[in-house]
């Protein structure tokens, strides 16, 4: 049987206060996931479905590498399971591999947790002989993630914080002008991050007609195609991120839109959120 | 002699005033008296014209006289003969367009209530009789069935009574297909889809949830990995349409699908959900479907205000009839002969008004109904805070497009025969995936005929 219904926790690593990362155990999942798909997990019987990156695989164990970011009352739940502990439901590969395909010369630029996902690309990447330069932003010093990883992964790595408690001050979009400005001819920038900075990257590499791909992570329900939740307009079209992405051209994403759509329910994951955290404290005291 | 009274004896509803409270389903269903009045209205006429209406040939007045001899038991094992899921098609099929239309009491009165008495036996059978299916005798074939909807709850079901053994692959955490994502609890109660799914696993079906075949698995590693001789795709329908006007994307816009994916299969109208849904003010429902009114009654139910916006007149609606009429019941008003040309959002992207025109109905189009055309300058404007879009699906290019030799329709829907054979040898399909949006008993009986040919199929081998 190549198929499983315990999707069990095999290892557990706390990246930072907000971000943690998990191997699941999913056989068929991880004999098929590339860089750039996706996987919809339930936490527990009446848990919400919830999309999250794929960021690597290990064939051989049957495992599957999951990091997320703590940012609502499902993110919160699954981080209070440990190794040993079974998801309830973890369903994929979905979405389309990023096409990685002929690429001599790329920039990855991670944003926060989307640097879970580039990482995974960068090592693809890598691999092929594809020369790699990351630039990778984070807000403090304490938020940085997998910079041995991303280091491994790439010929130049620049880290990136918003008040320079480590690496250099600023956003991505400098250091990615400053390499454009200076000569480096990239095939294509590759960005992984919030919706804002994927915005600002699109801007920064546009004037110099450079392909940008960026991955979009927008509200899913089912994540196979069958419930429109996460259209969003590409190139003035309707598309669909579960199956049509979750890569797009970065030129033709309307960002605003998606971060409007994005907000929709903001206020119920804020409330779900705390109370959340209000019955966990409850269980502690 | 047969009651000769013109109406159907009438079902108790639940209160319509109550109705808006609670997800609870609305048809109580007959009591037993009330069964055999209704039976003691049918002729039992010799050459059956309701029988010709029932797309998968129930035999009609047989069921009926079993009722009369209350044999209630035995009037479930007839419809069972033909059927394979009673107590869902008594709820939901279109019964005045199928068996009840034939009725030869419709034609001075109302024809007998066929669907309430296929209802009555089967949720008698549900609560009298312990369910003992056992598996078949092992045939020692393997078919696999993707997707666990109408057709391939019924294709997996057939096949596993002549002693096949099948695995049927389901995308979603649970099974039931439409039938728990789609269809609300008010109008199909999920424990009565539950018991037909473990009716099926008691008969030794496997079910494998979290599985999405063109991505977990191919239909090729089916067939040459996992020794799956043949194959059914029962996959459904796939991707909303949407009418391609200003302000689809706009919050507060929903495509059907997601909305009662949502309340549904996410329970998202229950406290204890953690799956968020919007609780709106004015809900507007563009279509006249059966969805639209799923979805329109949801709404409602949480607690909107809401106006079903219909292109055509209310001859047209395609919806089955009971469902307009509890809709209409419940509150919620119907705009016909309107069509939106755009959603308006305010600062934050949020819906605040569509902008319908009136329109008028012309010569048929190739559907065979009039085509509604615009009246110009007729253009005004409904406040509203979401928008539920219900106008249909396309086919989901999943195993489409990664199915090498699958042939499809030029809408995506995939080609099969009369008996479900597709291009690939040993692939069948049949239901939504083939016909595109359609009904639950055309599901079934194209998984029934399916199971059939790929009995042959795997005989002839």
Same mark, same amino acid.
């Given at each position: 049987m190549r198929w499983t219904d315990m999707f069990e926790i095999k290892r557990k690593r706390i990246l930072n206060p907000t971000v943690t990362l998990m191997d699941v155990y999913a056989p068929a999942v991880a004999a098929k996931a590339?860089?750039?798909?996706?996987?919809?997990?339930?936490?527990?019987?009446?848990?919400?479905?919830?999309?999250?990156?794929?960021?690597?695989?290990?064939?051989?164990?049957?495992?599957?590498?999951?990091?997320?970011?703590?940012?609502?009352?499902?993110?919160?739940?699954?981080?209070?399971?440990?190794?040993?502990?079974?998801?309830?439901?973890?369903?994929?590969?979905?979405?389309?591999?990023?096409?990685?395909?002929?690429?001599?010369?790329?920039?990855?630029?991670?944003?926060?947790?989307?640097?879970?996902?580039?990482?995974?690309?960068?090592?693809?990447?890598?691999?092929?002989?594809?020369?790699?330069?990351?630039?990778?932003?984070?807000?403090?010093?304490?938020?940085?993630?997998?910079?041995?990883?991303?280091?491994?992964?790439?010929?130049?790595?620049?880290i990136m914080t918003d008040d320079g408690s480590y690496g250099r001050q600023g956003v991505v979009t400098v250091p990615l002008k400053e390499a454009i400005e200076n000569g480096e001819n990239y095939d294509e920038v590759i960005a992984i991050g919030p919706l804002i900075m994927m915005k600002f990257v699109v801007a920064t590499t546009k004037p110099y007609n450079i392909k940008t791909t960026v991955s979009m992570n927008p509200i899913m329900v089912d994540g196979t195609g069958m419930c429109g939740g996460c259209r969003l307009t590409v190139g003035g079209k309707t598309c669909f991120a579960c199956v049509d992405g979750p890569d797009f051209d970065g030129f033709e994403v309307d960002f605003d839109e998606a971060m409007k759509r994005g907000a929709m329910y903001k206020d119920f994951e804020k409330h779900a959120y705390d109370e959340h955290c209000n019955l966990f404290k409850k269980e502690v005291e | 002699m047969a009651d000769m009274s013109p109406k159907k004896h009438p079902m108790l509803l639940l209160n319509p005033e109550d109705r808006a409270e609670t997800f609870n389903e609305v048809a109580l269903g007959y009591s037993e008296t009330e069964a055999l009045g209704e039976a003691a209205r049918c002729l039992n006429c010799k050459n059956m014209p309701c029988v010709s209406g029932?797309?998968?040939?129930?035999?009609?007045?047989?069921?009926?006289?079993?009722?009369?001899?209350?044999?209630?038991?035995?009037?479930?094992?007839?419809?069972?003969?033909?059927?394979?899921?009673?107590?869902?098609?008594?709820?939901?099929?279109?019964?005045?367009?199928?068996?009840?239309?034939?009725?030869?009491?419709?034609?001075?009165?109302?024809?007998?209530?066929?669907?309430?008495?296929?209802?009555?036996?089967?949720?008698?059978?549900?609560?009298?009789?312990?369910?003992?299916?056992?598996?078949?005798?092992?045939?020692?074939?393997?078919?696999?069935?993707?997707?666990?909807?109408?057709s391939g709850l019924t294709c997996a079901g057939e096949l596993s009574k002549m002693g096949y053994d099948v695995t049927i692959f389901e995308a979603l955490h649970i099974a039931g297909g439409v039938l728990v994502y789609g269809i609300p609890e008010f109008r199909l109660p999920k424990k009565t889809v539950q018991k037909e799914i473990d009716g099926l696993l008691k008969m030794g079906v496997k079910i494998q949830t979290n599985t999405v075949i063109g991505k977990t698995f191919t239909i090729d590693e089916l067939m040459h990995e996992d020794?799956?001789?043949?194959?059914?795709?029962?996959?459904?329908?796939?991707?909303?349409?949407?009418?391609?006007i200003p302000g689809e994307n706009l919050r507060g816009v929903y495509s059907a699908n997601e909305f009662l994916t949502r309340i549904n299969l996410m329970k998202a109208y229950r406290a204890d959900s953690t799956t968020p849904i919007m609780h709106p003010m004015q809900t507007i429902v563009v279509g006249g479907g059966n969805v639209a009114m799923d979805a329109a009654r949801c709404a409602r139910r949480l607690g909107s205000h809401v106006t079903v916006v219909y292109r055509r007149t209310r001859a047209e609606l395609?919806?089955?009839?009971?469902?307009?009429?509890?809709?209409?019941?419940?509150g919620i008003e119907f705009a016909f002969l309107t069509n939106p040309i755009s959603i308006n959002g305010n600062e934050n992207n949020a819906v605040v008004s569509v902008t319908c025109q009136k329109m008028e109905l012309s010569e048929p189009d190739a559907s065979?109904?009039?085509? /509604?055309?615009?009246?110009? +300058?007729?253009?005004?404007?409904?406040? !509203?805070?979401? *928008? @539920?879009? #219900?106008? =249909?699906?396309?086919?989901?290019?999943?195993?489409?497009?990664?199915?090498?030799?699958?042939?499809?329709?030029?809408?995506?829907?995939?080609?099969?025969?009369?008996?479900?054979?597709?291009?690939? /040898?040993?692939?069948?399909? +049949?239901?939504?995936?083939?016909?595109? !949006?359609?009904? *639950? @008993?055309? #599901?079934? =009986?194209?998984?029934?005929?399916?199971?059939?040919?790929?009995?042959?199929?795997?005989?002839?081998?």
């Open positions: 590339q860089p750039g798909q996706f996987i919809i997990l339930r936490v527990d019987e009446l848990g919400e479905r919830i999309p999250l990156t794929v960021a690597g695989c290990d064939k051989d164990n049957g495992t599957v590498t999951i990091i997320f970011q703590i940012v609502g009352a499902t993110t919160l739940h699954l981080n209070e399971l440990n190794e040993g502990d079974c998801i309830h439901d973890f369903v994929g590969p979905l979405g389309r591999p990023t096409e990685l395909d002929g690429l001599k010369k790329v920039c990855i630029v991670g944003g926060g947790v989307g640097c879970a996902i580039a990482w995974p690309i960068a090592k693809k990447l890598h691999e092929m002989g594809c020369e790699v330069h990351a630039i990778a932003g984070f807000r403090n010093k304490d938020l940085v993630i997998l910079e041995d990883e991303f280091k491994e992964a790439s010929d130049k790595l620049i | 029932c797309p998968v040939n129930i035999r009609i007045p047989d069921f009926i006289q079993l009722i009369k001899d209350k044999n209630f038991e035995g009037a479930y094992q007839k419809i069972a003969e033909a059927s394979s899921l009673p107590a869902v098609c008594g709820r939901v099929c279109p019964q005045e367009r199928q068996c009840e239309s034939k009725c030869v009491r419709g034609i001075k009165g109302e024809p007998v209530g066929i669907g309430r008495l296929e209802r009555f036996v089967a949720d008698y059978h549900n609560n009298h009789v312990e369910d003992n299916r056992q598996p078949a005798p092992a045939n020692g074939h393997k078919v696999a069935v993707i997707g666990s909807g109408p020794g799956f001789e043949a194959v059914f795709i029962g996959s459904g329908a796939g991707l909303p349409k949407f009418m391609n395609p919806a089955r009839h009971e469902e307009v009429e509890h809709a209409m019941e419940e065979g109904r009039a085509r /509604p055309v615009p009246v110009e +300058g007729s253009e005004f404007d409904i406040s !509203a805070d979401a *928008v @539920i879009m #219900a106008l =249909g699906t396309s086919p989901n290019p999943l195993i489409k497009s990664t199915t090498q030799g699958l042939e499809t329709q030029k809408w995506g829907g995939i080609v099969a025969d009369e008996n479900g054979a597709t291009s690939l /040898p040993g692939v069948f399909a +049949g239901g939504d995936a083939v016909t595109g !949006a359609a009904t *639950v @008993i055309l #599901a079934m =009986g194209a998984g029934k005929t399916a199971a059939k040919a790929i009995d042959e199929y795997i005989r002839n081998k």
